[in-house]
């Protein structure tokens, strides 16, 4: 079996002034990271293997911490901008959320204007959501037009955080943002739920790339943002299998949750036990054993 | 003729055979002033009831079985209740997302001021997930996702008593999770000499539920089933607290109905129904009516057909078998079923066809023939 490459690159000069994300150090690590990921000698190369020229490309970020504890814009905007260099076209790229308040609240600019790069969340007018529910197993809920109907190809540009109720929120359940309804999905560990919606064609067959903003970490505590439990980790992680990125985000919080002396999340009996659901889905790998971790600096 | 109370009155001591004219007026043709805000233009931010406040700015809602624990800008299950920064907080206040006014029979409340009308309001959110809803449109959104309209306490209330009608129904969607909006309309509404009552799936703890007890006159419970398996598959609740919910409303003086949705080869097993009569009669009694209702396709089960009248009528045998006094069908008009019959003479007390009124045989609480009291609440 191949196992699923993930590449974990750090970066010491990843922070501009005011605590914010430099955008040339973003755009550094995420054309080293792309370069390991796909063994290209040229990022851009890289990105060819992933995404087809002309496609319309969605860069699902979360921005319900707001203010405190979102993707940046610097991150998402940087990537956004490069893949729109790479293939041609600002307004095919399009950074979204689910409200175009949480996405003010966090720092985005939105925007819709033709030629640009657009930023939006789904309740933009005229957006919304579908009319009828999508049902995979134990999930039924109406998606997001822009994940249903305005992109063919997908990024996870997920923040990496503990989670009281699902163990870790990484790249998998950031599409819970795509979603009406995720509020109904976090019994049991949100188990199988996050790996049942992922399995839902409108986001499997568009997903391309996973990349978790681990540039800071809320270890503990999480989702929300505690700063005595945030680590600065200057990390982000690549992968193209879903389950396996997440899956190395996992052991990132229990490195860091080891060395300051808290529990393991299975100690805390919120193991993140949909990864393993979605490994039986045939989404990916969900055993460290079975991925090839390349960590690098910049 | 609408059937206020006074012509209810006036009907049942005259004995008269008569049909109402139901005027059921839609929200929108309510408040013509008014416009229905656009989606995600209304969010209350009134602090909600029955939680704990937890460390590091995390709570835990006490208003319902979930008990859900949430981190700052989390909301729970119900989707229309948000931590903020340590606080909770109501988001559907005063904020209705469906008002209409219709007969009492439509909740069906069959023992509760026959023929009046209800002004019926409902806000967005549940606390339940049921695959076969018909209400999901609003009840499985959060409050952002559909349209609203201000609709404070008072003015629900005074609207309600200006087109005439003696209830206020809180109903549609879930009103457990807009525990507060409800509980201070009910207040308003009873300033002004209305009646209140809930149409609820009974998934509520029992102190706000002793609470919201005091401040109503009627509830409705939806018992989905008698078994966990189909709260676990089809309604994501739990059975046991709905049966301590009724077990707790037929303790207290509000009048309580039950109405069970009969869906083909889910929950029609004859002998569940036996043992959901069974468990009625032994723990609250034979008198709070029981209504068997007939599931159309839709939502999540489309593939199912309607409910066989010919089971609908099996069920109701076996309820009245086990000694319950008022077990009615309903989703089927005109069948006998839809009557009250006088449990002493067999006589029928009151007839009626769908959510309409066609005679009453009732003198007071009584039935004319026998004079054997019917319980409920009549005036």
């Not at chain 2, 189909?230 to 046991?240: H, M």
């Not at chain 2, 468990?279 to 599931?295: N, Q």
Request: charged share 25%; glycine share 8%; hydrophobic share 35%.
């Amino acid at each position: 079996m191949n196992k699923s490459r993930v590449v974990i690159i750090r970066s010491q000069s990843a922070w501009a002034a005011k605590g914010r994300p430099d955008p040339a150090s973003m755009l550094r690590i995420f054309r080293k990271g792309l370069e390991v990921l796909t063994g290209s000698s040229l990022a851009e190369d890289g990105l060819r293997q992933i995404f087809h020229p002309g496609e319309n490309i969605g860069l699902k970020i979360s921005t319900i911490g707001r203010g405190a504890i979102s993707t940046y814009p610097e991150t998402a905007v940087t990537l956004g901008l490069w893949l729109a260099k790479t293939f041609g076209r600002e307004d095919k790229i399009i950074i979204w959320d689910r409200t175009n308040e949480e996405l003010k609240d966090a720092g985005y600019k939105l925007s819709r204007s033709a030629g640009s790069l657009k930023i939006l969340g789904t309740d933009t007018p005229g957006i919304g959501y579908g009319p009828e529910p999508v049902v995979n197993r134990s999930v039924a809920s109406l998606f997001s037009k822009i994940q249903a109907e305005l992109i063919e190809a997908s990024i996870s540009l997920a923040l990496l955080k503990d989670h009281g109720l699902a163990g870790i929120t990484g790249g998998l359940k950031n599409y819970f943002g795509a979603i009406h309804n995720p509020n109904k999905y976090h019994d049991s560990n949100c188990n199988p739920y996050i790996a049942d919606l992922f399995e839902i064609d409108l986001i499997r067959k568009k997903h391309r790339l996973t990349i978790l903003d681990a540039l800071r970490v809320q270890y503990h505590r999480g989702p929300s943002y505690h700063p005595q439990w945030n680590d600065q980790s200057n990390k982000l992680v690549f992968g193209l299998d879903p389950v396996a990125v997440d899956t190395v985000g996992w052991k990132l919080v229990e490195d860091l949750r080891a060395k300051k002396g808290l529990p393991s999340l299975p100690e805390e009996r919120r193991q993140p036990a949909y990864l393993k659901t979605a490994e039986d889905l045939g989404l990916g790998q969900s055993r460290l054993e079975n991925i090839e971790i390349i960590e690098e600096e910049v | 003729m609408k059937m206020n109370r006074r012509n209810f009155i006036k009907a049942a001591a005259a004995g008269s055979s008569w049909f109402l004219t139901l005027n059921q007026l839609k929200g929108s043709e309510l408040l013509p002033a008014a416009k229905a805000a656009p989606a995600g233009a209304n969010l209350s931010r009134v602090e909600a009831r029955y939680y704990d406040r937890l460390p590091d700015r995390e709570i835990k809602c006490r208003l319902c079985p979930r008990f859900c624990q949430l981190g700052d800008k989390e909301r729970g299950f119900c989707g229309v209740r948000e931590n903020q920064d340590g606080k909770y907080y109501t988001l559907v206040y005063g904020q209705a997302a469906s008002y209409n006014i219709d007969p009492v029979e439509k909740k069906p409340l069959f023992h509760f001021l026959p023929g009046a009308m209800a002004f019926s309001i409902a806000t967005a959110g549940c606390n339940v997930a049921c695959k076969f809803c018909q209400n999901w449109e609003i009840s499985q959104m959060r409050p952002e996702q559909v349209k609203s309209h201000p609709l404070p306490p008072e003015v629900a209330a005074e609207t309600a008593a200006s087109y005439n009608c003696p209830v206020v129904a809180y109903t549609y969607s879930e009103p457990v999770v807009f525990y507060e909006y409800m509980y201070d309309t009910s207040l308003q509404a009873r300033k002004k000499g209305l009646r209140n009552a809930v149409i609820t799936n009974g998934f509520i703890n029992p102190e706000p539920l002793a609470e919201l007890i005091k401040a109503v006159e009627a509830i409705k419970i939806d018992l989905k089933a008698f078994n966990q398996d189909f709260y676990t598959n089809y309604v994501r609740g739990e059975l046991k607290p709905v049966l301590e919910s009724i077990k707790q409303i037929a303790r207290s003086k509000v009048w309580l109905e039950i109405v069970y949705l009969v869906i083909p080869t889910l929950n029609d097993k004859p002998e569940e129904i036996r043992q959901m009569a069974r468990w009625l009669a032994a723990e609250i009694g034979p008198d709070y009516p029981l209504h068997f209702s007939r599931f159309q396709p839709m939502y999540l089960i489309k593939n199912l057909p309607p409910t066989p009248v010919s089971t609908l009528e099996r069920l109701r045998d076996i309820a009245l078998q086990e000694g319950l006094h008022y077990v009615y069908l309903g989703n089927t008009p005109g069948h006998p079923g839809e009557n009250t019959y006088c449990p002493n003479c067999g006589q029928p007390v009151i007839e009626r066809y769908g959510y309409t009124i066609k005679k009453i045989n009732m003198s007071g609480n009584k039935c004319r023939h026998c004079q054997q009291v019917i319980p409920g609440v009549w005036s």
